[in-house]
């Protein structure tokens, strides 16, 4: 079973950046597609970005697309979000996560580990 456990999150002004970092444990992390979710107050959660379990396949949600970088170090069971040129649309607490039973997955239902969240505010 992996444990994911995020940090990074703050407040800065638009067009700054901020990189999003994923602690994960477990023995079988290596073997599990990862992504970053995202969910503003009063809207639903979304995907951000979506990770392959070799880093070699990645997902990027149109509105993120350009701007953000999902990647992962296995050898340190990280998984990281680059994510520049921020806008206030950005502003949501992001959530990691990991799905057991795919080596790749876009679909959020086939997600089923989170973490606790990290809150990204961007202020206009």
């Known amino acids: 079973q992996v444990q994911l456990v995020e940090s990074g999150g703050g407040l800065v002004q638009a067009g700054g950046s901020l990189r999003l970092s994923c602690a994960a444990s477990?023995?079988?992390?290596?073997?599990?597609?990862t992504g970053w979710f995202r969910q503003a107050p009063g809207k639903e959660r979304e995907i951000v970005s979506s990770?392959?379990?070799?880093?070699?396949?990645?997902y990027y949600a149109d509105s993120v697309k350009g701007r953000f970088t999902i990647s992962r170090d296995n050898a340190k069971s990280m998984v990281y979000l680059q994510m520049n040129s921020l806008k206030p649309d950005d502003t949501a607490i992001y959530y990691c996560?990991?799905?057991?039973?795919?080596?790749?997955?876009?679909?959020?239902?086939?997600?089923?580990?989170w973490g606790q969240g990290t809150q990204v505010g961007v202020a206009s």
């Open positions: 477990g023995r079988t992390f290596s073997r599990v597609a």
């Open positions: 996560a990991a799905s057991s039973g795919k080596l790749f997955t876009m679909t959020p239902s086939d997600y089923d580990t």
């Open positions: 990770i392959n379990w070799s880093g070699s396949t990645r």
